[in-house]
């Protein structure tokens, strides 16, 4: 009688199989774990945000609340009419404006669009270049100003011929601004200084440069008393695009040249190459034999010139003077883009161009449907509060979490 061995087949997994995905949930996957995704609906998150406030603001809205369980449709009418027409009249402030008289004014916003977003998109570039290098760069501001005050002088002061006269000024405005954001690096390459503390003290060293300048005999305007500068010789000027009443100039197809010009740097060169490589690891970097300190002073003056480049196409291009606020405040925003646009180019670029239709639209906002001004900057607020924290917009839709952050 033999006996039998036991079986050591290995027990059947009877668990349910994993669905295969499709072609469509693959591409839907996609879509809604992507960073894009996650900007976009931070912007519309903010919008919404900001709408709320903007009904709290209407006083039609507060009178009609008084009575709101009586007749909840004047309450609700008033809310519509106040949040439709301040966004509509910030759209007619940026994009277009179809009550104007004319097709030149009709198309007029989009060029101030244009024109606004210029200097933004030159010193988010910056800014943009020094993050992804692990360098929180917030001195863009100085930097602009540097930028503005040398190209300017050097606008008003020489007599050259144009063409010649507008690119000296450019290179000095670049080389200005390259130096100030030369002086945080080599502080940051040599003593490890913090760049955060360095930068922001050169911003308000800038500021007061400028306005110590601008009382001086070289630059203040003959016969004026207040502090603003002789106008730029029409041969340092950018030329206008598309001619009066429009103020959109050459800078813009500068700022996109230099967008082009960053992303070949940061994804095709070998210094790029060495910047990102710090950014991601500095001790990885210093290992493979690249010169962690020498690659933090090239980053802030890269860095420095786009954003001396900001205050060019102010000083050149859109204002043509020195005065104390032309700079405005292009290099704080430049920060809130650089981060809407996740440092790269094509994001900042978009970036800019949302926050030049902002500004150019927000006057009209306040003058046809008596919004504050402010809530424009609100807006800009809580898209840096939502970028900041891409979980809780994905809480807020409901979008699936990316595999990677699941596995970490």
Excluded at 106 to 128: D, Q, R, V
Excluded at 313 to 326: D, I, R
Excluded at 386 to 403: D, G, K, T
């Amino acid at each position: 009688m033999s006996i039998s061995a036991p079986s050591t087949a290995a027990p059947k997994d009877e668990s349910p199989q994993k669905p295969k995905e499709t072609r469509f949930s693959g591409v839907l996957r996609e879509i809604t774990q992507s960073n894009a995704t996650v900007v976009f609906l931070a912007i519309v998150a903010a919008l919404l945000l900001a709408a709320v406030l903007v009904a709290a603001a209407s006083s039609e809205v507060q009178r009609t609340a008084g009575y709101l369980f009586a007749r909840p449709t004047d309450f609700f009418g008033a809310v519509w009419d106040a949040v439709g027409g301040a966004y509509y009249s910030l759209f007619r402030g940026a994009i277009f404006d179809p009550q104007a008289k004319d097709f030149t004014r009709m198309i007029k916003p989009i060029t101030e669009t244009l024109t606004s977003s210029t200097p933004l998109i030159f010193a988010g570039l910056g800014l943009g270049i020094g993050f992804r290098s692990g360098i929180f760069n917030i001195g863009a501001q100085g930097q602009v100003i540097l930028g503005a005050v040398f190209s300017g002088f050097i606008g008003f002061t020489f007599q050259l011929p144009f063409g010649v006269h507008m690119l000296v000024a450019m290179i000095g405005g670049l080389l200005a601004g390259a130096f100030w954001g030369g002086i945080a690096g080599f502080l940051k390459a040599r003593f490890g200084a913090n760049e955060v503390i360095v930068t922001i003290m050169l911003n308000s060293i800038a500021g007061f440069l400028m306005s110590y300048l601008l009382t001086t005999s070289a630059f203040i305007r003959p016969g004026s008393n207040n502090p603003i500068s002789q106008r730029v010789h029409d041969t340092a000027m950018f030329p206008n695009l598309l001619g009066d009443p429009f103020r959109l100039h050459l800078g813009f197809v500068f700022a996109l040249l230099a967008a082009w010009a960053v992303w070949w740097l940061m994804e095709r060169s070998t210094l790029g190459f060495k910047f990102r490589a710090v950014g991601f690891n500095a001790d990885a970097a210093r290992t493979a034999g690249i010169k962690v300190s020498a690659t933090y002073l090239y980053v802030m003056l890269v860095s420095g010139a786009l954003a001396g480049l900001g205050g060019v196409a102010q000083s050149l291009g859109t204002e043509g003077a020195l005065q104390e606020g032309v700079a405005g405040s292009i290099g704080f925003d430049a920060i809130t883009v650089a981060l809407l646009g996740r440092s790269r180019p094509l994001g900042i670029v978009g970036a800019a161009l949302l926050f030049g239709a902002l500004r150019a639209g927000s006057p009209l906002m306040q003058a046809a449907s008596n919004t504050p001004i402010d809530i424009v900057q609100v807006v800009q607020a809580l898209v840096v509060l939502l970028i900041a924290a891409p979980p809780l917009v994905r809480a807020m839709f409901r979008l699936p979490v990316p595999a990677k952050e699941v596995q970490a």
